[in-house]
């Protein structure tokens, strides 16, 4: 079962997998930036996660705050089911963006796009099965 990235535990379970990945290491050595994911539920109900990504490593991550969205150099929000997607890899980021799924609400896409693979790394630790 996937990570809750939503969730205190989920969010400190996904910080470590990420600070162990040898692959999210690599992949993230040149991105530095604050992310804030928002997932959005129809009904309104809204949870958030706040992360910090610098030198390939994970170095904050904790549940989003009111005041993330301003600070984040991204914003991304998505459905429950698009999160899921996202985390099993049934969709990579760029195909939920282009079915409407994910939604870069902050940000500039030009500037994702070089970190793609990081971001993929970033969403497979969150599938790892815990046990």
Known sequence: MATD????????????RLNRSPSFTEAAGEWSGRLLLIEQAVEGARRSTWVVVGG???TEARMGLPADEVAADYVLSASPDAWVDLVTARHTPATSALLGHLTLLKGSLMALIPHARAA??????AAEDPS
Do not use: Y
Request: aromatic content about 10%.
């Open 5 to 16: 990235l939503f969730s205190a535990a989920g969010i400190s379970t996904w910080q470590a």
């Open 56 to 58: 390939g490593r994970c």
């Open 120 to 125: 993929a790394e970033l969403l497979a630790a």
